[in-house]
């Protein structure tokens, strides 16, 4: 199972981008994909969740300007993110809780490479 992010990029302050992450390989389904993002000399931080059931979670610093999202035929997850500030600059990533076979069940995690979202003031 391999996740590939990407739809990082330059932007200015008020401005929007779309992350994308795709999912490749052989598995059952994909229970939780997240978002988190990880900014010079910061932990990295849960921007964005949502679940095989479509339930989306945020953290308060995104809440209204984020989007997590998904399209099932292509095991491809979004994240729209608007009204950019300076403060979303950093790498993000994708991440997945994998049923990779149901029976016997195994649920593997994934990381996707980061992809690098810069929003200049």
């Known amino acids: 199972v391999q996740l590939q992010a990407s739809g990082g990029g330059l932007v200015q302050a008020g401005g929007s981008l779309r992350l994308s992450c795709a999912v490749s390989?052989?598995?059952?389904?994909?229970?939780?994909m997240n978002w988190y993002r990880q900014a010079p000399g910061k932990q990295r931080e849960l921007v964005a969740t949502i679940t095989k059931s479509g339930v989306t979670t945020y953290a308060d610093s995104v809440k209204g300007r984020f989007t997590i999202s998904t399209n099932n035929a292509k095991n491809t997850k979004y994240l729209q993110m608007d009204s950019l500030r300076p403060e979303d600059t950093a790498s993000y990533y994708c991440n997945a809780l994998v049923v990779v076979t149901i029976f016997p069940y195994r649920e593997d995690e994934y990381w996707g490479q980061g992809t690098q979202v810069t929003v200049s003031s």
């Open positions: 390989g052989s598995f059952s389904n994909i229970n939780v």
